[in-house]
């Protein structure tokens, strides 16, 4: 299956001072393949931009092809979290929750079955829900944000903050308590 976010063949032109020729083109069109979509949604979770996330996550591609080294990275993964991470930061824009999901994202989002009035109350709420996680302070977000991706483990957020796992493990914690008492305080008649 193609990947959506970004399209690199073996046949597409290689930068200059690349080195290695085709295999290497094609070596890397590979690395990009597995995980592009990985970067993408670690870039997406925190520029809370599709079109941003999709441009982070290309300048950290583009970034490690130019670094000509990408094939001695011993972790992938977890280097490319902190590249994409980073590179996304830097990238952040302050926007209105309003302009940064698309409504394509949303009926994505949205349950097939749900009825309009049941998908209308769950926009409202999972905007209201990102407009609090927006507003926690960065030290929280952060972790949380990393951590609700499902792929990393804490031990790789920790190394992408560079935190120790404690550290990590009491602001994710404390995170999610504060967005819990905030709910419980909007569910209040």
Do not use: C
């Amino acid at each position: 299956m193609p990947n959506a976010i970004f399209s690199v063949t073996p046949r597409a032109p290689v930068p200059e001072g690349a080195g290695g020729g085709a295999r290497r083109a094609a070596s890397f069109a590979a690395f990009v393949e597995r995980h592009s979509r990985f970067v993408y949604r670690i870039a997406l979770a925190v520029a809370r931009n599709p079109q941003d996330a999709e441009d982070a996550a290309q300048e950290t591609f583009l970034q490690i092809f130019r670094g000509d080294r990408w094939e001695e990275i011993e972790d992938e993964q977890g280097y490319l979290a902190r590249v994409a991470w980073r590179l996304a930061v830097r990238r952040r824009k302050p926007r209105a929750l309003e302009q940064e999901l698309s409504p394509e994202m949303h009926s994505a989002i949205s349950s097939p079955e749900a009825s309009p009035e049941q998908s209308a109350m769950d926009r409202q709420l999972e905007v209201w829900l990102h407009a609090r996680i927006d507003a926690l302070p960065e030290k929280l977000r952060q972790p949380l944000a990393l951590a609700a991706l499902g792929e990393l483990k804490l031990v790789e957020v920790a190394k992408i903050l560079r935190l120790p796992e404690g550290t990590v493990r009491r602001r994710i914690h404390t995170a999610r308590q504060k967005l819990r008492q905030e709910l419980a305080e909007r569910s209040k008649p």
